[in-house]
T-cell receptor
Framework: GAVVSQHPSRVICKSGTSVKIECRSL??????MFWYRQFPKQSLMLMATSNEGSKATYEQGVEKDKFLINHASLTLSTLTVTSAHPEDSSFYIC????????????FGPGTRLLVL | QKEVEQDPGPLSVPEGAIVSLNCTYSNSAFQYFMWYRQYSRKGPELLMY????GNKEDGRFTAQVDKSSKYISLFIRDSQPSDSATYLC????????????FGKGTKLTVNP
């Protein structure tokens, strides 16, 4: 149980285009979803926290208009990287938690974004 | 069988104890192994990053990888109350989807 999927697992796009990444909780309802970014050999950096049906809370330094997060249902959250640039190339990971899981987060497998 | 198995605990130890945290995995393709520490309501922070079998030491932390047994460990010496956190193992391989697989995490409490 507690499986989180991400789609796509890898995406290559041209500079200036927008990319949408989906995060789904497959067998549970995720009241809270988290989006992280990771550079090689670095820690996961929390970008934003979102609760179903409400606006995401962004961490300091994360551009809201650049990284659009939508948590429209209890099983789906999306991250859209708008007008992507090469410096946005990174590994994006989502996680999800439930009311019952407390502080435990279930992590997705990640999406590798390469912007050319 | 899950790709990565990690005992969720909770694990409670007295201050100064040696802590052993472990993960087993089933996919022999995994090449890179990581340990993360996650404090309450924070994102995971990378503690150790290893590539090959053997030991890697950093201060009070030692990461051990045994690829033949598909088993990785994190040892914490002289544990402190500030080590109380959830510890997650993670691993991936290159050349494929570079899928990062996390263990479920072990919650550790070090009692003063």
């Amino acid at each position: 149980g507690a499986v989180v999927s991400q789609h796509p697992s890898r995406v290559i796009c041209k500079s200036g285009t927008s990319v949408k990444i989906e995060c789904r909780s497959l067998d549970f309802q995720a009241t809270t979803m988290f989006w992280y970014r990771q550079f090689p050999k670095q820690s996961l950096m929390l970008m934003a926290t979102s609760n179903e049906g409400s606006k995401a809370t962004y961490e300091q330094g994360v551009e809201k208009d650049k990284f659009l997060i939508n948590h429209a249902s209890l099983t789906l959250s999306t991250l859209t990287v708008t007008s992507a640039h090469p410096e946005d190339s990174s590994f994006y990971i989502c996680s999800a938690s439930t009311v019952d899981s407390g502080e435990t987060q279930y992590f997705g497998p990640g999406t590798r974004l390469l912007v050319l | 069988q899950k790709e990565v198995e990690q005992d969720p605990g909770p694990l409670s130890v007295p201050e100064g104890a040696i802590v052993s945290l472990n993960c087993t995995y089933s996919n022999s393709a995994f090449q890179y192994f990581m340990w993360y520490r996650q404090y309450s309501r924070k994102g995971p922070e990378l503690l150790m990053y290893t590539y090959s079998s053997g030991n890697k030491e950093d201060g009070r932390f030692t990461a051990q990888v045994d690829k033949s047994s598909k088993y990785i460990s994190l040892f914490i010496r002289d544990s402190q109350p500030s080590d109380s956190a959830t510890y997650l193992c993670a691993m991936y391989w290159t050349g494929g989807s570079e899928k990062l697989v996390f263990g479920k995490g072990t919650k550790l409490t070090v009692n003063p």
